[in-house]
């Protein structure tokens, strides 16, 4: 190679290694361009994380108007339309709403179906309408969020108005509870109220041995439900008895004063003086599984006993003096209530105060007794057998699970005390307790 070409070349490598020597601090560049953008963006995406989670959950970040609604989103991401005549009913302002009685002033009758927002203000702690009429309304995130028409504010409000009942068969094994501790500890309480609500069964042990026991437990929790055998009534073998529930014989699985349109919500069955020997067993068994079961294998049937009105009647005199002296009580349901979701919110069978009288046309009859029976066998294809202890109250939900018992030897002493606690005060009760300690069990 000649100097010259060799110089030439030696020129072009060396033109080469400075192209890539460029190149690698351009690519170098870059790379620390884009390490800064990217550590840019997760600078940002970390800010606006921060921002989001001290963002309250209930703020809202933006209100739209709709033709009938305000849209709203909130702080954690979720939206709801919220139509304006909602808004409007319940508005919050004192010539609205009573602050004190937590009651709307508002009368049906001065609300405009068709009201409209003449103004809308949003700020993160909440919205301000301005009516076409020219009236003001404020609502805070927090409100809006809590009532707004997303399924978690409607999934939580429906488990404050109750629990989801969990259905049980015959493997089921009574929650026990100790009764002073209930009446001293507030969280057993809760507990006991909870699973009263989801199981509708459960044992109280250790009840002392005073025929008011059940009702002094009762109101620790609220106010005893009376009935026209008086506030308790003694479940004895009594001489010329106005109930058959009051005699030695065998009782069918029933709920208890089906012969009151409002009946009881929860029974307590406290066991004083076990008969000894043979015979006075309890028998249970949940009275939703069995309608589910029916519902599934024999629909006709299950229709049947959800369309047929049945008469429960009780007429008779007082057996003490805390009795009404004289009852005559009819009632009229079917044995089987169903709610507005087809669901099943009350079970009413009892064979002892079923009337004789039924309002039917006489071709339907044989198929109400065909009903009655299939849902029987079921109850007791269902059930447990046990017999309660001296000191034992059995608390049932009674118009979900059913009782009943063996017949025993009239010889031999047996003494029940049975009395009453309505569903509106337990569940009261439980709200505010869950209040009080802060537990809010969701499941
Ligand atoms: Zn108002």
């Known amino acids: 190679m000649s100097s010259l070409r060799y110089t030439r070349a030696l020129a072009a490598g060396c033109a080469a290694l400075r192209g890539v020597a460029r190149q690698q601090v351009r690519q170098s560049c870059n790379t620390c361009t884009n390490r800064r953008c990217l550590s840019l963006a ?7 994380r921060t921002k989001i989670s001290q963002t309250p959950a209930n703020a809202v970040m933006s209100a739209t108007r709709t033709s009938d609604s305000l849209h709203l989103v909130f702080g954690d991401g979720t939206s709801s339309d919220l139509p304006y005549v909602w808004l409007r009913d319940n508005c919050q302002c004192a010539q609205c709403f009573s602050e004190g009685a937590l009651g709307r002033k508002l009368l049906m009758q001065d609300l405009d179906l068709n009201v409209k927002p003449a103004l809308i203000s949003e700020s993160e702690r909440g919205v301000t309408v301005e009516w076409t009429d020219g009236h003001y309304s404020e609502f805070t995130g927090e409100w809006l969020y809590d009532r707004a028409f997303t399924p978690t504010s409607r999934t939580r409000r429906r488990h404050q108005f109750a629990y989801t ?32 609500e989801k199981k509708g069964s459960a044992m109280v042990k250790n009840a002392p041995d005073r025929d008011i026991a059940g009702p002094e437990l009762i109101e620790h929790i609220a106010y005893v439900k009376p009935s026209h055998y008086g506030p308790h009534s003694p479940v004895i073998n009594r001489p010329e008895s106005n109930n058959v529930a009051f005699t030695n014989a065998k009782l069918g699985m029933h709920n208890d004063l089906a012969q009151y349109e409002h009946m009881p919500g929860i029974i307590f069955i406290h066991c004083l003086k076990q008969h000894i020997g043979t015979g006075g067993e309890s028998v249970i068994a949940d009275g939703l599984l069995a309608a589910e079961i029916l ?18 009647w009780d007429k008779g005199r007082a057996n003490y003096s805390w009795e009404m002296p004289e009852f005559y009580k009819i009632s009229r349901h079917p044995i089987l209530t169903l709610d507005s979701n087809n669901d099943v919110c009350r079970v009413s069978l009892n064979n002892a105060v079923r009337d004789s009288f ?5 071709h339907k009859v044989k198929s109400f007794y065909a009903a009655m029976k299939l849902f029987n066998d079921i109850l007791y294809d269902n059930s447990l057998v046990f017999k309660m202890d001296s000191g034992d109250i059995m608390t049932l939900d009674n118009v979900r699970c059913l009782h009943g ?21 337990a569940r009261c009760r439980r709200r505010r307790l869950q209040e009080k300690l802060g537990a809010n069990d969701r499941k």
């Open 405 to 425: 018992r063996e017949g025993y030897e009239a010889l031999s002493e047996r003494h029940i005390e049975s009395s009453y606690l309505d569903w509106d005060e």
């Open 165 to 196: 009942r969990e259905p049980w068969g015959a493997d089921h094994r009574l929650p026990e509870y100790d009764y002073e501790r209930m009446m001293k500890d507030d969280k057993v309480l809760l507990d006991w109220l909870i699973t009263m």
């Open 42 to 48: 997760a600078a940002a995406q970390q800010q606006a």
């Open 358 to 362: 039924l309002d039917l046309p006489a």
């Open 295 to 312: 519902r599934k294998s024999n629909p006709d049937a299950f229709h049947v006993l959800t369309a047929t009105d049945a008469y429960f």
